[in-house]
């Protein structure tokens, strides 16, 4: 109980920054109950967007680490997945990323939020790694600080210093049962302990390496896991890297008054929740676009590619061209219809369709 004051008095803020905070939340909350893009779209095109915001995701996370991989170096490499050798180490690195964010995302309502299921996504984030085996699965044996190095990799500062290799475990400890209470509890909001969790996760920065990347995987987790299923259809780490320098400068901020007598979380609070509402609107926005292909499936947009092609085609030359069966294409056409995209002209045999 006593942790869980101390939690609730750090989100306690001035009346300003406390309206900032929960008019954010109230957006975030209302655009979620909005956001019903399960029902919109084809299992087909969910699939479709999930994968594209994996190599999104992906690309983003690693290269806020200055990972150099492209978005379409990251889509090569997922085509390749089943191969397990990648040449490189920023291969390795995005390779561990796309296969841990994918199960996430399929299964994250059976994937309890414990300290045995962080040490486990630690030993997969190494798991193609070769030269970093030896610290798979176990907290860091030395101190890791946080620096800051120019282009030729002198020092320029140090961000911060994380918590001594020696208190870690305890620590780690006790952060996750605090916020596996405040879950349960339900007195604080859930994008509050996330955004405290993801922090002090952070601040401990409990692993050897690995940390920042191990971070926003668990953020993905623990927001879908408190209801919040916009996440795998816009890619929070993208949002990330656009505010990179923000983002470090955030948590540095926050940082420096951390278990002080005047802690002041609310940078990294109003930061987190910011990239949130940027990522639920966007799902929204996806969600009611008027791009046809969005609510299709991968054969009904094949249908409807053909048909866009040409001024006016018949369902027999719909058939030679994409080489579905007519019934296929009669119920793709039918739907088309009904969206009002296409438009029959003439009679029986003679019936063709055009776009309007």
Known sequence: ??????????????????????????????????????????????????????????????????????????????????????????????????????????????????EWVILQLHEMMLKYVEKDTWHRWKYKFWPNRVEARDYKGNLVKVIFNPTNPAFTPIKMKALIERAQKAFKEKNIHPLLIIANFIFEYLAIHPFQDGNWRTSRILTNLLLLKSGYVFAPFVSHESLVESKKVEYYKVLAKTQQTWKTKHEDMSAWILFFLEIAKQQVSKAISLSKTDKIDIHLSDIQSKVWQTILAHTNISRQEIQKKTGLSDSTIKQVINKLIHMKKIERIGETRSVKYRVL
């Open 1 to 114: 109980m006593a942790e869980l004051h101390r939690l609730s008095k750090r989100l306690q803020f001035p009346f300003e920054v406390n309206n900032k905070i929960y008019n954010l939340i109230s957006q975030i909350d209302a655009f979620n109950r909005e956001f019903q893009i399960t029902e919109k779209l084809s299992p087909q095109t969910i699939k479709r967007l999930t994968k594209s915001v994996l190599v999104t995701s992906t690309g983003s996370s690693n290269r806020i680490e200055w990972n150099k991989l492209s978005n379409e170096e990251v889509e090569s490499l997922y085509s390749k997945m089943n191969i397990k050798k990648f040449k490189t180490r920023d291969e390795q690195e995005v390779a561990w990323y796309l296969e841990v964010l994918a199960m996430i995302f399929e299964n994250y309502q059976s994937v309890n939020f414990s």
